[in-house]
């Protein structure tokens, strides 16, 4: 595949783009431009960027695609920098593309949707809907920073998938730049449309590989009823993952989450929220079904608990309440993160696979000497070993490094994936192959090649 160049441009060539776009939208200073070279990862690996462009208009996202194929100069699309693998950090020489400005939110209540730029925020498109009595179910933990166009490009999940999907699910339709600066629209307002290929999940997922997506019109729901919550901790994570799979034979959670106990604890060490120190793990379970049901479906999931040898079982209607335990279930990666340094996984698998996904984690844990708190989105088998170490041990390091190669290979033999929701980006690339085989990724690059021949959006990221 045709790569971009590694020579970058001498810095007056940026005249001619900083001509082209909305005056103040390209920043050239070292310390502005060091402040896009990192997402939330902060990979050491990152490049260092010749500009920066905060795009104020679709007009400004093709100004920029066009002037980087001119000059063969590789783009890095941006939205809230929020991302966990990777997916935007820079690449030397490029031009990081950020989405931030680009915040309208425009709620459409006849229809149920949202027309959403780029940069608005999750948090934003959940505010506007409730106004009008509606919801954006997709619900990461991170919805208070993250941005509409990085969820669109990980195809972003979260606690409530577990019943209501994720990204994908609630996306009808797509405005994207492709690599000649060309701006397509995809889909509309339509709930149903089967006209031409499916052009806008293609884009989902696609982690600013295959064009920039620069607005996207999202399906909303009537909004959620108040849930009943259910706290049930276990003396071991098995324990609670068979429950999580009983629950999943005959129930429909709107919520699922699991948290190991290292991770409770890194909870409570952060802020103290009266969570069981001693437990094996705690499975925190909700259910929003309407009127009488919702009381019936919890005291199921609580029965189910107490039979899967549950130590002790909590429920509450008080959605208050509630919210405060999802509140420590939402802290727990940054809790987590003042532990040490970390590598941060996202893998999945099928529900019934998931006892033996997190035994065989707990094996990598203790044979490569790394700690691996686990948290995860049970429900839907996805999971988030957190491998912490010391830092500045570079043998830890180098153990912490292999445990997050097995932990891939684990989930894929399991028959599941490497992200569930965090998306490829550029640190679990060379696991990709492992779980695609060559077929497959030969029909990937196929494609990337006929959508950006020149090879400059996002390079090294996903594939």
Not at 6 to 11: G, I, S
Not at 113 to 126: I, R, S
Not at 434 to 452: F, N, S, W, Y
Request: charged share 20%; net charge negative.
């Amino acid at each position: 595949m045709t790569t971009v160049s590694k020579d970058a441009p001498d810095l007056t060539v940026l005249d001619g783009l900083a001509r082209s776009l909305t005056p103040g939208a390209l920043l050239t200073e070292p310390e502005s431009v060091a402040a896009y070279r990192f997402d939330y990862t902060a990979d050491a690996g990152a490049g260092v960027p010749l500009a920066v462009v905060r795009a104020a208009s679709p007009a400004d996202v093709q100004a920029t695609v066009r002037w980087a194929g001119e000059h063969d100069v590789a783009v890095v699309p941006r939205g809230a920098g929020s991302g966990l693998s990777g997916g935007s950090n820079a690449v030397d020489g490029c031009i990081v593309l950020s989405l931030e400005r680009l915040r309208g939110v425009e709620i459409d209540p006849a229809t149920r949707t949202a027309v959403v730029e780029a940069g608005a925020l999750n948090v934003e498109v959940k505010q506007a809907a409730a106004e009008h009595g509606l919801w954006y179910p997709p619900d990461p933990s991170s919805f208070e920073i993250c941005s509409i166009g990085g969820n669109v490009a990980t195809n972003a999940g979260g606690l409530c998938c577990v019943k209501y999907g994720v990204t994908t699910d609630y996306v009808l339709g797509l405005d994207v730049v492709l690599a000649d600066g060309t701006l397509v629209h995809l889909g509309g307002q339509r709930v149903k449309d089967t006209a031409g290929l499916s052009l806008v999940k293609l884009f989902v997922g696609s982690e600013g590989t295959l064009g920039v997506v620069t607005r996207a019109t999202l399906r909303l729901v009537p909004a959620q009823s108040p849930p009943a919550t259910l706290v049930a901790t276990f003396d071991t994570v098995e324990d609670a993952a068979r429950v999580v799979v009983a629950v999943g034979n005959t129930l429909r959670a709107s919520m699922m989450e699991l948290m190991d106990q290292a991770s409770v604890n890194a909870v409570e060490d952060h802020r103290s929220m009266g969570l069981d120190r001693e437990a094996g793990a705690m499975l925190l379970a909700q259910s929003d079904a309407p009127g009488a049901a919702r009381g019936e479906e919890i005291a199921a999931m609580e029965r189910l608990c107490r039979e899967g040898g549950a130590r002790e079982c909590f429920t509450t209607t008080d959605a208050a309440e509630g919210e405060m335990f999802v509140a420590a279930r939402r802290a727990a990666i940054v809790a987590i993160e003042r532990r040490g340094a970390i590598m941060l996984e996202d893998v999945g698998v099928p529900v019934p696979r998931l006892p033996d996904l997190l035994t065989g984690i707990a094996e990598i844990s203790r044979r490569h000497e790394v700690e691996i708190p686990v948290v995860a989105h049970a429900g839907d088998g996805n999971t988030h070993p957190v491998i912490v170490y010391p830092a500045g041990d570079a043998g830890a390091k180098e153990r912490a490094a292999q445990a997050f190669s097995e932990v891939m290979s684990l989930a894929i033999g399991l028959g599941g994936t490497i992200t569930g929701e965090h998306g490829i980006g550029r640190l679990k690339r060379d696991a990709l192959p492992e779980q695609l085989g060559p077929d497959v990724m030969a029909l990937t690059h196929r494609i990337k090649q006929a959508l950006d021949p020149q090879g400059i959006l996002n390079p090294g990221a996903g594939f």
